[in-house]
């Protein structure tokens, strides 16, 4: 017997969103509502928001705080976490977040969950042994699964002791967790304990792929995982050349490696362009899109992403 996961609805259709960080934490209010009034009016559903406590020398964003922003800024827009570090934070801890921000947005808020490990300092320095962090996910995903439940749970696990422990409001809908990363872990994480998944930087042909593993290995369990995203980079401008332009100076800058390396695994080009190069993820299951844009100014980004929002659900 195959049971649906126990986190929020999805919505039906194609979601297309887009993903900030600096340009929406600004201390100026009416700019940032004047973002997300933005993001909304182009047609697109969500934000997707980032999560680092100190990454290479210190940069960083707390990723429920920047989702509170959004979902207090704006009463429509959803926010997804992509991918929120929670191999460093107490389960605890995040579940009474998680709990709170349900309060403030029913049903608004995807929480995207990850092991982190690109920069191990990060780690270490959070007071995590870098190679456990896999392990302490899998156990934190099981506790803050038990309990957006509300009842009392008990736990005895390898990194954390719970004595009759509750979280109350429980969230009401649940918060779908989705799992970023690839491969078989991330196969096997999301069919034991995610309401779905979240790629990045991937063809195609391997998104597909990895879906299908997906849904087989969570109807071995008796579970449905439904929800299927994609984050990917994308230069949109009028013309292709300076699209492609954009997108090789924010990568390399970011990454510190040549564009080329990332062609294959990203689009560039007008919001025709870009909506064929996303079609393929469509065809093969992705349903909640997030563009992460280079433009020349945040709201021509917005603007482009929601035509090809358009052009991909039929409207362009």
Not at 98 to 118: H, N
Not at 120 to 135: F, H, L, S
Not at 280 to 296: D, F, I, K, M, N
Request: aromatic fraction near 4%; charge should be neutral; proline fraction near 4%.
């Amino acid at each position: 017997m195959i049971t649906r996961p126990s986190g929020g609805q999805d919505e039906p259709g194609l979601e297309v969103g887009v993903a900030l960080n600096d340009e929406l934490l600004i201390a100026e209010g009416a700019k940032r509502r004047g973002l997300l009034n933005h993001i909304a009016e182009a047609g697109l559903g969500h934000v997707t928001v980032g999560d680092h406590i100190s990454f290479h020398g210190g940069a960083g964003f707390d990723g429920l705080v920047a989702a509170t922003s959004v979902l207090a800024g704006h009463d429509t827009l959803r926010a997804v976490i992509g991918v929120y570090q929670l191999a460093l934070r107490h389960p605890m801890v995040a579940a009474r977040q998680v709990a709170t921000l349900s309060q403030i947005a029913p049903g608004r808020l995807v929480l995207g969950a990850g092991a982190g490990g690109e920069d191990r300092d990060e780690v270490a320095n959070a007071g995590i042994d870098p190679a456990t962090r896999g392990r302490r996910l899998d156990e934190s995903l099981g506790v803050l699964r038990r309990l957006a439940d509300g009842g009392p749970i008990d736990h005895e696990g390898e990194f954390f002791r719970l004595r009759d422990a509750r979280i109350l409001p429980a969230p009401a809908p649940r918060v779908p967790i989705v799992i970023g990363g690839s491969g078989d872990v991330a196969v096997r994480r999301t069919a034991e304990h995610g309401d779905g998944w979240m790629g990045i930087f991937c063809s195609a042909r391997r998104f597909g792929v990895t879906a299908g593993k997906i849904r087989a290995a969570a109807a071995e369990r008796g579970r449905d995982v439904s929800w299927f995203g994609l984050s990917m980079w994308v230069g949109l401008g009028r013309e292709d050349a300076t699209a492609r332009r954009l997108l090789g100076e924010r990568m390399q800058s970011l990454y510190h490696l040549p564009p080329e390396k990332f062609r294959h695994l990203t689009a560039a080009g007008t919001p025709a362009t870009v909506a064929a190069a996303l079609q393929p993820y469509v065809g093969a299951g992705a349903r909640h899109l997030t563009l992460v844009v280079a433009a020349e100014s945040v709201h021509e980004g917005i603007e482009m992403a929601g035509e090809v929002r358009g052009l991909l659900d039929g409207r362009g």
